[in-house]
């Protein structure tokens, strides 16, 4: 935690500890962790001179932010309405078995984070899945076994040389 806490001063200095970045901290403290282990919160506090309620108010507002621990990867499944007519049901039922998790749980091994979203904005790509920030369209329950086993098996840093999902 020692060690923790210089992390989070380096990250806050990166800032000149200005008070309105934050939430551009909080995001580099998430990424070390994937989620705001509670001694972190309380560092930024300290090493910005802010109440930890005001850092834990900004850190529970915003959905990217996490409190509860996270999978090295998400996987996000689009359920808005164009992304469900065009079979994000059957996509996200598919993810589940394959995980075997529900929507906003972890698998046991801390790899993977389920989660669903209503629309991400590129509802002509539909159905969407998302694997951290890798967008996946088009995508048929039959492409799901595929997507996952690469980022099982492939190293985070390495998955942009990687990732290349045929249909
Ligand atoms: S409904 Fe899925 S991207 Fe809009």
Known sequence: MVNDYEKVKAIVDRYGGKHDSVIAILQDVQSEHHYLPEHTLRAVASQLGLPLIQICG??????AFSL?????HTVTVCLGTACH???APAVLDEVKRQLGIE???TTDDMRF???TVNCLGACALGPILV????YQGQMGSR????VLNKYK???KDRRHEEIAVSS
């Open 58 to 63: 900004v850190a529970t507002f915003f959905k």
């Open 68 to 72: 509860k621990p996270r999978g090295e």
């Open 85 to 87: 007519v065009r079979g």
């Open 103 to 105: 929507p906003s749980n």
């Open 113 to 115: 984070t389920l989660e």
């Open 131 to 134: 694997v951290d920030d890798e």
């Open 143 to 146: 492409k799901v076994k595929k």
């Open 153 to 155: 098996k492939t190293p």
